[in-house]
């Protein structure tokens, strides 16, 4: 908790700075609150393509005590998740966007199998990387300036490794300044 504040206050020092001498340059920097929850980096291609870069955690919105293979997850992990999106004005408004894409997330998280209850901590878990694919949709409204824009988004995670076809919703809204 205290090394999510001090990103939150790191993250809003650092926006303050950037809206006194931001200009529209086709990278935005944000956080979101969700699944996962983090900093946000995104990259605008040609008008219509981006790739979006979210570090953070995984697990602490929608649940940090998950069935998972012959086990639970019982902790809030570190999430890495990556995008390829297609961005299109809605409405012929320059101001608000719709955006989709795909791409993959990776997460390490504290696994406790059901074989391994009985032990004394630490030898109850073991951490597990786990890999997969993602979905992704939402809506980024720009305000009026052009600088600072809101997003809602949602998609979902199946897994690859370590438990296939592991379905895990990302949702999640949050704002971003542009560079």
């Not at 005590?65 to 961005?87: C, F, I, M």
Request: hydrophobic letters at 35%; charged letters at 15%.
């Amino acid at each position: 908790m205290i090394y999510m504040k001090k990103l939150i206050f790191t993250l809003i020092g650092f926006l303050s700075i950037s809206l006194a001498h931001a200009q529209y340059d086709n990278f935005a920097v944000g956080f979101k609150l969700g699944e996962p929850t983090g900093i946000n980096i995104r990259k605008y291609f040609n008008n219509i393509n981006a790739l979006d870069l979210t570090v953070g955690t995984y697990g602490g919105i929608i649940g940090n005590n998950r069935d998972y293979r012959s086990g639970k997850y019982k902790n809030v992990g570190l999430a890495v998740q990556v995008h390829y999106l297609w961005h299109t004005p809605l409405f012929n408004s320059e101001n608000l966007h719709l955006y989709y894409g795909f791409g993959g997330q990776i997460n390490s998280r504290k696994y406790y199998a059901d074989n391994r209850a009985h032990l004394p901590s630490p030898g109850n878990y073991e951490k597990s990387l786990s890999i997969g694919g993602s979905l992704l949709g939402g809506f980024e409204y720009f305000l009026p300036d052009g600088r600072l824009s809101i997003f809602a988004e949602g998609g979902t995670y199946i897994e690859v490794l370590q438990r296939p076809f592991f379905l895990s919703p990302n949702v999640s809204a949050g704002l971003r300044i542009n560079l």
